[in-house]
């Protein structure tokens, strides 16, 4: 997957018993990805894995999301197309690519997040914040990251992403938000 935050948040949302069972490698970052996924087919135990999810933000260039999608599908030897949270068909083991937070939005997991905070009206402070600020971000999903910053400094102990989703009670982890996600990680 793509990176720590990536990693807490299916971690969370997946549960113990499906989290237990499942090995995680994470990229340090979107770019590693591909690099990362050739060494995982080249590991000497990798035929006895079931399957592999991949996990990563659309950002904000879909086409450099496919891309790198592509780059991850020939580092895994997969010729199938590309198709938002499915396992390839008689691939062995099965592959899968969950493009946050939908496939087809650009964005990340900091979307899924807003959609499942706690707290309502500290939710539309946040907004108001951005709006006197101008939108000062350069793409939609650093606004969302910052969104989403502000909103977790403004607990009642600041809070990083990866902590919140430490049993804080900042979001909703049974949001249906997380849903495809979470089936994601269940099919694995």
Known sequence: ????????????????????????????GRLNIPELAG????????????SVGVLLDMEDDPVKALA?????????????????????????????????????????????????????????CVDTLVVCAGQPH???ARGMKGWLDAYLAMQPEPLRLHQALDGSKVFDLNHAAFDPLRAFLQAL
């Not at 060494?39 to 079931?50: T, V």
């Open 68 to 124: 790198l999608i592509q780059e991850v599908l020939a580092a895994l030897s997969v010729t199938t197309p590309f198709e938002h949270g499915v396992f390839v068909p008689g691939a062995a083991p099965k592959v899968g690519v969950f493009l946050s937070p939908d496939g087809q939005q650009t964005g990340s997991i900091d979307a899924l997040c807003k959609q499942a905070v706690q707290n309502p009206a500290l939710a539309s």
């Open 39 to 50: 060494l995982a087919a080249r590991d000497p135990s990798f035929g006895y894995a079931r």
């Open 138 to 140: 350069t793409t939609q």
């Open 1 to 28: 997957m793509e990176g720590g935050d990536e990693e807490k948040l299916c971690k969370a949302i997946a549960g113990l018993n499906v989290w237990g069972g499942l090995i995680c490698w994470n990229a340090r």
